[in-house]
């Protein structure tokens, strides 16, 4: 293998690794929504949810471009941990803002370590630091609406 399969490796395991936590979000988000009362919060999650379905593509298209096929098949670990408190949280407190606000901040804190991780990968190019860096502000700028609320 060359240095350069070994950097397209590298880079093409980060950004699976962001598509993991994205798509985590992104039912994360759809699930929150099903289960708050408030119609302004609704759609709000909505939103949230569309918007990580559409990171999802931006980096699937680069990794398509790096000449590599992507498998979206579930989410990782972690925000599985994060679908299943949202689940049980709603389970007992059905509607209790709060609460799933409080659910929805610990995913975003979650995608925010993932995102700056990632961005200390010295194999990504410029154009890749500034896709992923656009979607980490607006991951922050999401997760200071949501402390505003809770």
């Known amino acids: 293998m060359t ?27 759809t699930n929150a929504a099903e289960h708050v009362e408030n119609a ?10 569309r918007e990580r379905a559409l990171f999802v593509v931006e980096i699937q298209d680069e990794i398509n471009r790096l000449g590599k096929s992507t498998d979206t098949s579930g989410g990782g670990a972690l925000g599985a941990l994060h679908r299943t408190w949202i689940d049980i949280k709603s389970t007992f407190t059905s509607g209790d803002t709060e609460s799933i606000i409080n659910a929805c901040i610990t995913g975003e804190e979650a995608a925010i370590e993932k995102y700056e991780a990632a961005l200390q990968n010295e194999a990504l190019d410029q154009n890749q630091i500034a896709m992923l860096t656009n979607q980490l502000n607006s991951v922050r700028a999401i997760l200071m609406k949501l402390n505003v609320n809770s």
């Open 3 to 29: 240095n350069t399969d070994d950097k397209r490796n590298e880079i093409v395991s980060t950004l699976e690794g962001l598509i993991s936590i994205l798509e985590d979000g992104k039912l994360g988000y």
């Open 40 to 49: 302004a919060f609704k759609v709000d999650f909505m939103q949230y949810a």
